[in-house]
Structure formats: C-alpha cells, structure tokens
C-alpha cells in the first residue's frame, strides 16, 4: 500500500488548508481499515488529527475538531484534510496514513505546509 | 485523552550496546501499544504493534512488552542504522496520542 500527499505548501493566515492523500495498492473501502491524517510541527513530535474508517465515519481531535474535516472520494480511491482558519501554529508537515496491524501502517512521505503572510 | 509520557527524552549510546525506552499511559490501555521509529526527513515506520508483536520485516533485535499502563521498547545490539528517534502511541481510544519521542543518538 502505497500513500502520497498533495496540495498547496504555502497559505496565509486564515486560509483554508486543503490536502488530498492518493492511495494505490488498497482500497479505503476495504473492511476494518481507516486513513488518518497526523501532523509534525518542526522539530516537535507526531499529533494525530483524525481519521475515516473504510465505512465513511470520521473521527477527529478535539484540539480541532471545530476546524477540520476529512472526506473522501471512493472513486478516485482518495481521502482529503481540510483545515480552516489557519494560523502560524498550524505551520507543519502532514503526513497521511493508512491502518493495518498497527493504527498507522502505512505512511505518505509527508508534505509541508507552511503559514505565513 | 490519554498522555503517553516517553522517558528519557533521549539518549547516547555506541553500536552493539542495549537500549531500553519506557512509555507510560496516564490510564490502562491493555496491550494497545504501538512504537514507531523515524529518521530526519522521513515519515515513521511501525516496529511493534498491540505491545510486543513484532511487525513484518523489523529485525528481532526490537523487542517491545509491558501491558495496562507502563511499557518498554528494547534494542539489544544497535547498529549504525537504528540512531533514530522512537515513539509510542496509544491505540486505546481516541485521540490517538503519541509520547514526546527518544531521540538515540551516537555517543
């Protein structure tokens, strides 16, 4: 399984963060799987922003849950991160991820996305 | 949510030597533990799963155990390739939390 980010590296502050996870090698239909998206602030450790489970339920962080939403589109075998209203703080590389026999199996390569005016 | 605390925040040590890194969850959380370990510049990989199981691929030198609310992750052995930083996580409930990481350098 194979996982790959994509979207924009530079917002200014109060746009909406958009990115989009491509998988290949699985399905995000496939039965008790989910797709999470983390996030690495520089040189600080992992935080978990929420995931979909392979039936379309979405679980999210409470640090952001009033900002965030995940989606996905099964045709294009792709899940999304929205994030709005963003500000220097939410400056960090993101990274995709996909379940197996641990929560995070398997990992995108992490793209950086950067706030600043 | 559940605080994974990670000690010690790192550690030097030379190639062959042990090393063992604790986790502790703020509440029980069985054996629903994970370690991860990542390089600069790259994502993190899964080592251990579910407190001991060791994931496909990983060397035995990795050795994971404990249960409820303290845990260990051992490297018996270290070779050049594992100075790296290791982290736990929880996969009890949600939030998924992650520990603060060990960064394993070269003394």
């Known amino acids: 399984v194979q996982l790959r980010e994509s979207g924009p590296g530079l917002l200014e502050p109060s746009q909406t963060l958009s990115l989009t996870c491509s998988v290949s090698?699985?399905?995000?239909?496939?039965?008790?799987?989910?797709w999470s998206w983390l996030r690495q602030h520089p040189g600080k450790g992992l935080e978990w922003i929420g995931y979909?489970?392979?039936?379309?339920?979405?679980y999210y962080n409470p640090s952001l849950r009033s900002r965030v939403s995940i989606s996905r589109d099964t045709s294009k075998n792709q899940f999304s991160l929205t994030l709005t209203s963003v500000t220097a703080a939410d400056t960090a590389v993101y990274y995709c991820?996909?379940?197996?026999?641990?929560?995070?199996?398997?990992w995108g390569q992490g793209t950086l996305v950067a706030v600043s005016s | 949510d559940i605080q994974m605390t990670q000690s010690p925040s790192s550690l030097s040590a030379s190639v062959g030597d042990t090393v063992t890194i604790t986790c502790r969850a703020s509440?029980?959380?069985?054996?629903?533990l994970n370690w991860y370990q990542q390089k600069p510049g790259e994502a993190p990989k899964v080592l251990i799963f579910s407190a001991s199981s060791l994931q496909t691929g990983v060397p035995s030198r990795f050795r994971g155990s404990g249960s409820g609310t303290y845990f260990t992750l051992s490297i018996s052995g270290l070779q050049p390739e594992d100075f790296a930083t290791y982290y736990c996580q929880q996969s009890h409930n949600t939030p998924r939390t992650f520990g603060g990481g060990t960064k394993v350098d070269i003394k």
């Open positions: 090698g699985g399905s995000i239909t496939s039965g008790g799987h989910f």
């Open positions: 979909i489970s392979y039936s379309g339920n979405s």
């Open positions: 991820a996909g379940s197996g026999a641990a929560d995070f199996d398997y």
């Open positions: 509440q029980a959380i069985s054996s629903h």
